[in-house]
């Protein structure tokens, strides 16, 4: 795969991965393919169930215990 970037050559390998986009802090999706650029430093996620996975977010937080803290 080419960087959509700088076109360099990307390197791909699986890595544990933080998921911002989810739109929570503290979503790590373990060991999926990531591409990286050596050149620029681009980044790259696949995620080709990406409804299971929103819906897998969606039962957790749905059975998460509520919890009451001072901010």
Not at 6 to 23: F, I, K, N, P, V
Not at 24 to 40: D, G, K, N, W
Not at 46 to 62: F, G, K, R, T, Y
Request: charged letters at 20%; a positive charge; one cysteine or more.
């Amino acid at each position: 795969m080419k960087c959509c970037t700088c076109g360099a050559q990307m390197e791909t390998r699986r890595e544990d991965y933080l998921y911002t986009a989810s739109g929570l802090s503290a979503v790590t999706l373990q060991q999926v393919e990531v591409s990286r650029c050596p050149s620029c430093g681009e980044s790259k996620v696949a995620l080709p169930q990406i409804e299971a996975l929103h819906q897998a977010i969606a039962a957790m937080l749905v059975r998460k215990r509520a919890r009451v803290a001072p901010h």
